[in-house]
């Protein structure tokens, strides 16, 4: 399979360092790997919004788009606001998208949920924090 986008959903904040945080981890990703074009979108406040990224995918050429929302949890965004700007019916995780007159298929991925990996993160903030008291 060839190239394939991701769009990053972040909540969206007044807060600046809640933008650079998933412009950051866009760019990390980006680096991560060649599999994926990588843009952040955001539902609210912040721009560009997940409606004015899906529009600039549409200029890409990939064969597939993976939207991967940088949530914790379920709540009303994940369940019900983004399906519904993704077309989709609410609990489905697969539809189409359409770009340059053609049309691929769409993934929508889960939130981050109860990963092991976000326990390791958090085992990791708390030595940090541990680290940090050191004189």
Same mark, same amino acid.
């Given at each position: 399979?060839g190239i394939?986008?991701?769009?990053?959903?972040?909540?969206?904040?007044?807060?600046?360092?809640n933008?650079?945080?998933?412009?950051?981890t866009?760019?990390?990703?980006?680096?991560?790997?060649n599999?994926?074009?990588?843009k952040?979108?955001?539902?609210?406040?912040?721009?560009?919004?997940v409606?004015?990224?899906?529009?600039?995918?549409?200029?890409?050429?990939?064969?597939?788009l993976?939207?991967?929302?940088?949530?914790l949890?379920?709540?009303?965004?994940?369940? +019900?606001? =983004? !399906?519904?700007?993704?077309?989709? /019916?609410? *609990? #489905?995780?697969?539809?189409?998208?359409? &770009?340059?007159? +053609?049309? =691929? !298929?769409?993934?929508?991925?889960n /939130?981050? *949920? #109860?990963?092991?990996?976000?326990a390791? &993160?958090?085992? +990791?903030?708390a030595?940090?924090?541990i680290?940090?008291?050191?004189?």
């Open positions: 399979m394939k986008g991701m769009l990053l959903v972040g909540h969206g904040s007044k807060l600046p360092y933008k650079e945080l998933i412009e950051t866009a760019e990390l990703i980006a680096r991560k790997t599999e994926y074009i990588v952040p979108g955001f539902m609210s406040i912040n721009t560009p919004t409606e004015e990224q899906l529009e600039a995918f549409r200029k890409e050429n990939i064969e597939m993976v939207v991967v929302p940088l949530f949890a379920r709540g009303v965004h994940i369940d +019900k606001d =983004i !399906p519904e700007i993704l077309g989709l /019916p609410e *609990g #489905s995780r697969r539809g189409e998208f359409q &770009l340059n007159g +053609k049309t =691929i !298929p769409l993934v929508y991925a /939130p981050i *949920g #109860s990963d092991p990996l976000l390791e &993160l958090m085992l +990791k903030n030595a940090d924090a680290a940090n008291l050191q004189p």
